[in-house]
C-alpha cells in the first residue's frame, strides 16, 4: 500500500477540466489499496464563485469515497485579470501548504499543472516530508497563454517562465499527457529519464455508447425528433465558439438539424449575444436588399400602366401589405442558460452523473479550437467523445494533438480551424450519410477500449509512483532523446 498524496486546485464536485480526472484517479487508487490524501481548494469552477456549501469557509477537510479532501481558502473573482489571477493562485499557494503540513506523511506527492504556482508548496512539501514529487503537466505555460494572447504582460511571462524552470527541474518525475508535450519539454533540456507519457483516461465503463431512442437529454431539451450536433465544455478565447455559431448559420437550410452548445451560463450569454449581433447584421443586410429592390420596382413602375403594376404585384406575391421580413436566426426564447436561437440551442451545465446519456444524445460531437492554439493542446473532450461512441468533427490545427488522435483513432473528421464553411461541409457530410457517421463512431469508440482505459491509467501511475520511490529513472521507451549535434574543430 502507498501513501499519495494529489496536491491539484480542482477537486470534485467541479464538473469538468482537471477535476473529474483528479477525482477519478484519487478514487481508483483508493479502490486499489492505497490510501490518498487530496489537498485542493473550495470548489468554485466554472462559475468562479464558491459553491454554496462551502461558502464562508477557511479550511475544511472531509472524506469522500474513502478519499481525504483539504479544502483550503482561495481569493476568486468571477471575471478574474492578471493581477486577479495572480493574487488566487497566491492565495491557495498559502492557505494549502498550511493545510497540507497538518496530515500524514506520504510516499510520494503528485500536483496538477496548470495552475504553475502549485509546483512551489509542492516542491517544498517534498523537501520537508523527502519523497519524490511527481509533476501532472495538463497544459503547457506560460507558452501557451502567450500563444493565443491571454498573457502579454512582459514581467508577467517572466515570472511565469522561471516558475516553469522551476517546476520541471525540481520535480523527479514529469507526466505528460501527450508525445507533443514531451517533445516540447526535451527540447527544453528537460531529462528524458525523468519524463514519462501517460494520456489523460476515460471511464470506458462510465461513458459509453447508448442507444439515441428514448434518450432522457433529448426528451428533456426536445430534441427527439433532430440530428444533434453537440459542443459541450468550456467555452474560452481557446475554443472560438463563434465558428460554430456561423456554421450553424450557413445550415439553416438542412430541416431538423440542432447545434446544441452546452456551457456555463456567463459563458452562453456572451455566446447570444453574438447571435444577436449576428442577427441584426442580417436582418440590416436583408432590409438592405429589400429597399434596392423597391427602388428597383418603383423605378420601373413609373413607365408602366397602373393595370400592370397591379398585375405585377399579384405575380411578385406583393399585393397588400408586404410580409415584414424575418432572419432565420430570430430569437425563440430570451436570453437565458436555457435557450434558442434559430437552429442553435444553448443548454446549462448537465450534472456529471448525466454526462454519458447527453454524449449519447448527440449524433455528432465538436472538438473546436482557434488556428493559434498551441499544437500540443489537447481538449479532454476528446477521450470523453471517442467513449461515447459517436463521431466526432474537430475544428482544430491539423498538427495538433487533437487533430493527430482524430485521425488515428479513425472516428471523426478533421477540418479547418476557424472556418466555418468547412465545418458546415463535414456536419452535412454526415447529416446525409449516418451510416458513415456510425462507422467513425464505432472506431472511436474501439480506439478508447485501446488507449485511453481508466485501468491503464491506474496501473501505469502505480508503476511511476513505485519506480521513483525505489529512486529507479522511469526510462519511458517513447520519448527520444534530442539529437546530438556533431562538432567540429579547427583543426
Do not use: M
Given at each position: 500500500m502507498l501513501k499519495i498524496l494529489i496536491y491539484s486546485y480542482n477537486y470534485y464536485p467541479e464538473p469538468i477540466g482537471i477535476a473529474p480526472l483528479m477525482t477519478e484517479l484519487a478514487q481508483g487508487l483508493v479502490a486499489r489499496g492505497h490510501r490518498v490524501r487530496v489537498v485542493t481548494g473550495m470548489p468554485n469552477y466554472p462559475e468562479r464563485q464558491i459553491y454554496p456549501a462551502y461558502r464562508g469557509k477557511f479550511y475544511c477537510t472531509e472524506i469522500l469515497q474513502g478519499v481525504q479532501v483539504q479544502r483550503s481558502y482561495i481569493m476568486i473573482r468571477p471575471n478574474p485579470g492578471l493581477l486577479a489571477r495572480m493574487l488566487l493562485d497566491g492565495s491557495f499557494v498559502v492557505t494549502s501548504i498550511l493545510h497540507a503540513l497538518k496530515g500524514w506523511r506520504p510516499d510520494v506527492i503528485l500536483y496538477t499543472s496548470p495552475p504553475l504556482p502549485v509546483s512551489v508548496p509542492a516542491v517544498i512539501l517534498g523537501r520537508i516530508w523527502r519523497v519524490p514529487v511527481v509533476l501532472n503537466l495538463q497544459d503547457i505555460l506560460p507558452e501557451a497563454a502567450i500563444h493565443v494572447g491571454l498573457l502579454r504582460n512582459r514581467f508577467a511571462i517572466q515570472v511565469f517562465e522561471a516558475l516553469e524552470r522551476f517546476a520541471y527541474r525540481q520535480a523527479t518525475?514529469?507526466?505528460?499527457?501527450?508525445?507533443?508535450?514531451?517533445?516540447?519539454?526535451?527540447?527544453?533540456?528537460?531529462?528524458?529519464?525523468?519524463?514519462?507519457?501517460?494520456?489523460?483516461?476515460?471511464?470506458?465503463?462510465?461513458?459509453?455508447?447508448?442507444?439515441?431512442?428514448?434518450?432522457?437529454?433529448?426528451?428533456?431539451?426536445?430534441?427527439?425528433?433532430?440530428?444533434?450536433?453537440?459542443?459541450?465544455?468550456?467555452?474560452?478565447?481557446?475554443?472560438?465558439?463563434?465558428?460554430?455559431?456561423?456554421?450553424?448559420?450557413?445550415?439553416?437550410?438542412?430541416?431538423n438539424l440542432a447545434v446544441v452548445v452546452v456551457g456555463e451560463t456567463k459563458a452562453l450569454q456572451r455566446l447570444q449575444q453574438y447571435c444577436q449581433k449576428r442577427q441584426s447584421q442580417a436582418l440590416a443586410a436583408s432590409q438592405a436588399l429589400a429597399d434596392r429592390q423597391r427602388s428597383e420596382r418603383d423605378l420601373s413602375d413609373r413607365v408602366v400602366s397602373h393595370d400592370g403594376q397591379e398585375a405585377r404585384k399579384s405575380h411578385l406575391g406583393l399585393a397588400g401589405d408586404e410580409p415584414a421580413h424575418r432572419n432565420p436566426l430570430d430569437t425563440d426564447a430570451p436570453s437565458t442558460a436555457e435557450a434558442r436561437v434559430g437552429n442553435l440551442h444553448f443548454l446549462p451545465f448537465q450534472p456529471r452523473e448525466q454526462l454519458p446519456v447527453m454524449l449519447a444524445a448527440a449524433d455528432v460531437g465538436l472538438i473546436v479550437q482557434r488556428r493559434n492554439v498551441v499544437s500540443f493542446n489537447m481538449p479532454s473532450k476528446t477521450q470523453l467523445l471517442l467513449a461515447s461512441g459517436?463521431?466526432?468533427?474537430?475544428?482544430?490545427?491539423?498538427?495538433?494533438?487533437?487533430?493527430?488522435?482524430?485521425?488515428?483513432?479513425?472516428?471523426?473528421?478533421?477540418?479547418?480551424p476557424e472556418n466555418a464553411t468547412a465545418l458546415a461541409e463535414a456536419i452535412t457530410a454526415l447529416y446525409h450519410d449516418r451510416a458513415y457517421g456510425q462507422r467513425l463512431g464505432h472506431q472511436g469508440r474501439q480506439f478508447a477500449l485501446k488507449h485511453y482505459s481508466f485501468e491503464q491509467a491506474l496501473q501505469s501511475y502505480e508503476a511511476l509512483f513505485e519506480r521513483l520511490i525505489k529512486g529507479e529513472p522511469i526510462a519511458d521507451p517513447r520519448i527520444e532523446a534530442p539529437p546530438q549535434s556533431s562538432a567540429t574543430n579547427g583543426s
Open positions: 518525475g514529469i507526466s505528460v499527457i501527450t508525445k507533443k508535450f514531451a517533445d516540447n519539454l526535451v527540447q527544453k533540456g528537460i531529462e528524458t529519464s525523468k519524463i514519462v507519457c501517460i494520456p489523460n483516461w476515460v471511464d470506458v465503463n462510465f461513458i459509453r455508447p447508448l442507444p439515441i431512442a428514448e434518450n432522457l437529454f433529448r426528451q428533456t431539451y426536445g430534441l427527439d425528433d433532430r440530428f444533434v450536433v453537440l459542443y459541450a465544455g468550456n467555452i474560452a478565447l481557446t475554443q472560438g465558439l463563434e465558428t460554430v455559431i456561423e456554421a450553424a448559420y450557413q445550415l439553416q437550410h438542412l430541416p459517436r463521431p466526432i468533427i474537430a475544428s482544430v490545427p491539423a498538427t495538433g494533438s487533437a487533430a493527430q488522435v482524430v485521425a488515428q483513432s479513425q472516428g471523426g473528421l478533421v477540418v479547418e
